[in-house]
Every structure is written in structure tokens, then in C-alpha cells.
């Protein structure tokens, strides 16, 4: 096995990192509206024969500043995540989880839905829509 440049190794390490940083940044993407919510949450969708499975990792939101509805084959979820509590003699070295207000609307696959089920564990909202008869 050829000894690979230390240097080289370091400077790929260090690309991969600021690469990380980017995507983290770009995975909580700021909501372009300025008097909008001001961020996205991220989220996953799993179909199955009879429901949608959907998780939205929302940390430090508590459930009663969560708003979630159904609307034109869409699933909006809203709310707040407000600020840490600031102590005194406590400096703060990054805050880079988002905070303030969200929204995010999902485009639902075609067909009607209701919610069947749902629940927030560990920071992620887990939501079981049920197919309605009819769907394709």
C-alpha cells in the first residue's frame, strides 16, 4: 500500500468538512420570504399501499408550537422555535440550529388523505396519513 502526503490528506479533510458546513447550512435553507416564516424544516416521506409516513425533524420545538393541517394536496406544518434561554455569563460560540418561525408546505402525491396518526419523539415529528378510498 502506497504512504499517501499527509498534507494531502489534510487538505482533502478539511474540503470535506467545509463541504459538511455547506450542506448543513443549506439543509435548514432560509425560507426566501422576508415577512414569511424564516426557515424550513427538512423532511422525509415514505409511501406504503395504505398510508404516507411522514418525519420532520423540528429539535427544540415544543408540540405546543406546532400547527399541522392538510390543504390542497398539500401538508403544512408551522410553528415556532424560539431562541435558548440566554444565562447570565454565558457566551454563545455558535448558534446554528434555526430558530424563529417555520412553515413548510409539502406536496402530497395525488390522491386524498387524512391524518390517521402522529406524534413528536426525538426532535422529529412523525406523521401517518392514511389513503382514502379512491386513491389512485
Not at 499517501?4 to 450542506?23: I, K, T
Not at 415577512?35 to 422525509?44: I, K, L, N, Q, R
Not at 416521506?45 to 411522514?54: H, K, R, W
Not at 398539500?74 to 412553515?103: A, D, T, W, Y
Request: glycine share 8%.
Amino acid at each position: 500500500m502506497p504512504i499517501r502526503d499527509p498534507n494531502q490528506m489534510w487538505a482533502e479533510a478539511c474540503a470535506l468538512l467545509a463541504e459538511a458546513e455547506r450542506l448543513q447550512r443549506q439543509f435548514f435553507r432560509p425560507v426566501p420570504k422576508a415577512s414569511a416564516p424564516t426557515w424550513e424544516p427538512p423532511v422525509d416521506m415514505l409511501e406504503t399501499a395504505s398510508s404516507l409516513q411522514i418525519t420532520v425533524a423540528l429539535p427544540g420545538v415544543a408540540p405546543e408550537r406546532l400547527e399541522v393541517h392538510l390543504a390542497g394536496g398539500q401538508l403544512i406544518v408551522s410553528g415556532l422555535r424560539p431562541l435558548p434561554v440566554q444565562r447570565q455569563g454565558v457566551r454563545v460560540h455558535r448558534l446554528e440550529l434555526p430558530h424563529g418561525r417555520f412553515e413548510r408546505r409539502i406536496p402530497l402525491p395525488a390522491g386524498h388523505y387524512e391524518l390517521a396518526g402522529h406524534g413528536l419523539i426525538h426532535g422529529c415529528l412523525q406523521l401517518n396519513l392514511r389513503k382514502i378510498r379512491g386513491n389512485p
